[in-house]
């Protein structure tokens, strides 16, 4: 499957590593060329491609007129929305996954039709569950022997 990723931070290098791992074929888009690094350098198994993702001439260098899969994971929600409207009604990707951090943004933005990952209603929805559920601390204190 070909898949392009947008933003080669924690998020989106996990994702390609991952997806390298299973054989996938992964172009990586990040405006700032040290971020390779995080990829593993030359060893990484993907392509990677310096620029803006807004340049149509980088998203089809990456391969996007091609691509089964695009993920946005930048930390700016309005470049990620931007950039994953184009790639489904422009390039007509199947797939497109975009996270958006700001919740109103995510549901507006799902309602649209885009797979929305919301980092910031998960972290809630998790914390929440923590308190409402907390983990029984009721255990016998260990003896000496």
């Not at 590593?17 to 990586?28: E, I, M, P």
């Not at 040290?34 to 980088?58: K, N, T």
């Not at 972290?123 to 907390?134: H, K, R």
């Amino acid at each position: 499957m070909k898949v392009i990723i947008l933003g080669s931070g924690r998020v989106g290098a996990a994702i390609a590593a991952s997806l390298t791992r299973d054989d996938h074929d992964v172009s990586v888009i990040d405006n700032d060329p040290d971020s390779l690094i995080r990829l593993g350098g030359d060893d990484f198994a993907g392509d990677f491609y310096v620029g803006e993702a807004m340049d149509p001439d980088v998203l089809e260098r990456a391969g996007i007129m091609h691509a089964d899969a695009f993920m946005a994971c930048t930390d700016d929600d309005n470049t990620n929305v931007v950039i994953a409207q184009i790639a489904q009604k422009r390039y007509h990707v199947r797939t497109v996954v975009v996270r958006v951090f700001d919740p109103d943004k995510a549901a507006f933005y799902q309602e649209r039709g885009l797979r929305v990952v919301c980092p910031t209603l998960r972290a809630i929805g998790e914390m929440i569950a923590a308190v409402e559920q907390p983990v029984d601390m009721d255990v016998a204190p260990a003896t000496g022997s």
